[in-house]
Nanobody
Framework: QVQLVESGGGLAQPGGSLRLSCVASGVIASIYVMGWYRQAPGKQRERVATITRDDSTNYADSVKGRFTISRDNAKTTVTLQMNSLKPEDTAVYYC???????????WGQGTQVTVSS
C-alpha cells in the first residue's frame, strides 16, 4: 500500500504562483510514476503533469511552460510549481501514484486551488 499526503494550494491571483507538494509513504519501491491531476466543478478529472521513476516528465498542453513537476532524490516527495496561474486553473488538485502498467493506483485526498482576483 501507498499513502499520499498533499499540502499547498489555496488562493492566488491571476499571474501568481502556488506550489503543491505530495509526500508518499508505504511501499515506495513499487511506484513507477507520480503526478498531479485536477478536477474543476462539472468537469472530468484531467491529468496535469507526471514524472516517472527515471524522471521523465509529461505535461498537459494547457500547463506547459507554466507548471513544473519535480521529485526529490529519495523519490518520496513530488512538487508541482505553478506559475502564471489563470482562473481556468481553479480546481481540486489530486496527487496520484501508480505502479508499472498502472496495475495499482493511489490517490491523495485533494487540495483546492483557486485563482481569482
Amino acid at each position: 500500500q501507498v499513502q499520499l499526503v498533499e499540502s499547498g494550494g489555496g488562493l492566488a491571483q491571476p499571474g501568481g504562483s502556488l506550489r503543491l507538494s505530495c509526500v508518499a509513504s508505504g511501499v515506495i519501491a513499487s511506484i513507477y510514476v507520480m503526478g498531479w491531476y485536477r478536477q474543476a466543478p462539472g468537469k472530468q478529472r484531467e491529468r496535469v503533469a507526471t514524472i516517472t521513476r527515471d524522471d521523465s516528465t509529461n505535461y498537459a498542453d494547457s500547463v506547459k511552460g507554466r507548471f513544473t513537476i519535480s521529485r526529490d532524490n529519495a523519490k518520496t516527495t513530488v512538487t508541482l510549481q505553478m506559475n502564471s496561474l489563470k482562473p481556468e486553473d481553479t480546481a481540486v488538485y489530486y496527487c496520484h501514484a501508480a505502479t508499472i502498467f498502472a496495475l495499482k493506483n493511489y490517490w491523495g485526498q485533494g487540495t483546492q486551488v483557486t485563482v481569482s482576483s
